[in-house]
């Protein structure tokens, strides 16, 4: 997936919190942030926005990097998300994927999961509408 | 004054803590700054910067942002209402957003905490550029309290726990 790698961008926020790509596995990134102080909220823990922050950018990645495949070159718009916070995020790497579930044509559901050492203990998920214009 | 005096705290206030929250971590790095505040409810403002961008080629600022904006605004209406820092936990929030901020503008997040319970907090609020008969998004939460955590009442002053709300873990 070379292609969608180079022309998947993360956009300005998510590069100045520290967020990169981690890797991408059967068309859908991974995103990963480090903890550091731009996530911090309590002492050695992740800020509920900081998570918030990464869940969404792992939603639009994966949308776009199916747009990229589908060759479907539209401007994305935020309707809504609902966070869902599992268990604290502690002083370590987290990391994020999401799933389309539904991609209409104007509209995608999505759903993202974070998790940090254990892929099937997640720490916070999110479910997303992004309007496509 | 000390508003760290954990024996007899004076009520708290988004104002006054504003002066140590926002010093470093997450919301530090932000910029969030006090706004206003009343009985149940604070205004937290965050400041237009490129860095916060959401696209390379438009100058508003990303969704992201704003969540953490409503997620901090969150956390210290719920201490306006109950008159005390008490660490709590965001257990579930929602972001419905109406329209994009305008281009270099700056957004205000108002918060009011509606109903609070022996282990919840509920709260809503609206995220705005300069009005706020005009929304860009509209926030739900509820957000739990964390029994017996030894930090009740007392207000963090250090640099290293600055930042405080939101912390995301039920």
Not at chain 1, 108 to 129: C, F, G, K, L
Not at chain 2, 101 to 127: K, N, Q
Request: with cysteine; glycine share 8%; aromatic share 8%.
């Amino acid at each position: 997936m070379p292609e969608t790698e180079s022309r998947l961008i993360l956009p300005p926020y998510a590069r100045a919190l520290g967020i990169e790509l981690f890797e991408i596995k059967d068309g859908v990134p991974i995103l990963t942030v480090a903890f550091g102080p731009s996530v911090e909220g309590r002492p050695q823990h992740y800020h509920g926005g900081a998570t918030a922050g990464l869940l969404e950018n792992a939603g639009y990645a994966a949308l776009r990097a199916r747009l990229i495949i589908e060759e479907r070159e539209v401007q994305l718009k935020p309707i809504n998300i609902t966070v869902q916070y599992l268990s604290a995020g502690k002083s370590r790497p987290s990391f994020a994927k999401g799933r389309i579930t539904r991609l209409g044509r104007r509209n995608a559901n999505i759903s993202v999961e974070a998790w940090q050492d254990d892929r099937d203990r997640p720490i916070a998920t999110a479910i997303m509408n992004i309007l496509m214009a | 004054m000390s508003t760290n005096d954990t024996k007899n705290p004076p009520a708290f206030s988004a104002m006054e803590a504003s002066k140590f929250f926002f010093r470093a971590g997450h919301t530090g790095w932000l910029g969030l700054k006090f706004s206003d505040q009343g009985d149940n409810w604070v205004e937290l403002k965050l400041s237009w910067r490129e860095e916060l961008m959401g696209e390379p080629d438009r100058a508003v600022l990303a969704s992201g942002p704003i969540i953490s904006l409503m997620d901090m605004a969150s956390g210290m209406a719920i201490w306006q209402t109950k008159k005390t820092f008490a660490p709590v936990a965001t257990l579930d929030l929602r972001v419905d957003y109406q329209r994009p901020a305008r281009e270099r503008s700056a957004v205000w997040g108002r918060v009011e905490c509606y109903r609070t319970t022996r282990a919840a907090a509920f709260v809503r609020g609206i995220a705005h550029d300069g009005d706020i008969n005009d929304p860009v998004a509209h926030i739900a939460g509820v957000f739990m309290t964390i029994a017996g955590d030894p930090r009740q009442g007392a207000i963090p002053q250090t640099k290293d726990n600055a930042s405080e709300a939101g912390i995301g873990d039920a």
